[in-house]
């Protein structure tokens, strides 16, 4: 990572750890480093020289990689991609949608509580998406 690079990130946490109210202390604790570490992170005296040193810092301070990197950031398997791709489809028809406009759709209760795979996650976050498409008529 470039040393430019890096000093957006440093500013950008420092920026977003203050807005959201956080201390170092607790910040830090919820990233699970040390307040120094943070510290240090935030002035520039040491690098984000792993990816998961980012994640858990978006983590940590509510906020995406991206926000703190400014960059896109690529999803760590195919699985979370196609669910990611899915989003702004899903985004678009909620945000045009109204209560009028609610599809009449028969809600079948769900035969297996049990948790679902990443997989599966995906394959309804698509069916539903198609759902969504086919039941929104534009004014």
Not at 81 to 94: F, H, N, Q, S
Not at 120 to 125: E, G, L, V
Request: hydrophobic residues 40%; proline residues 6%.
């Amino acid at each position: 990572m470039e040393v430019e690079e890096a000093r957006t990130i440093d500013v950008r946490a420092r920026t977003i750890r203050r807005r959201r109210g956080l201390s170092l202390d607790v910040a830090a604790g919820l990233a699970g480093i040390t307040k120094g570490y943070l510290s240090m992170l935030e002035h520039g005296q040491r690098g984000f020289n792993r990816r998961g040193l980012l994640e858990d810092l978006a983590a940590a301070l509510g906020c995406s990689v991206v926000d703190l990197t400014g960059q896109p950031y690529l999803p760590p398997d195919r699985t979370s991609a196609e669910t990611l791709a899915a989003l702004p489809g899903i985004r678009e028809v909620i945000y045009d949608s109204t209560v009028d406009k609610a599809p009449q759709v028969q809600v079948r209760p769900s035969s297996n509580s049990a948790p679902r795979s990443g997989a599966q996650m995906s394959s309804a976050t698509l069916d539903a998406t198609a759902l969504l498409r086919a039941s929104w008529e534009p004014f």
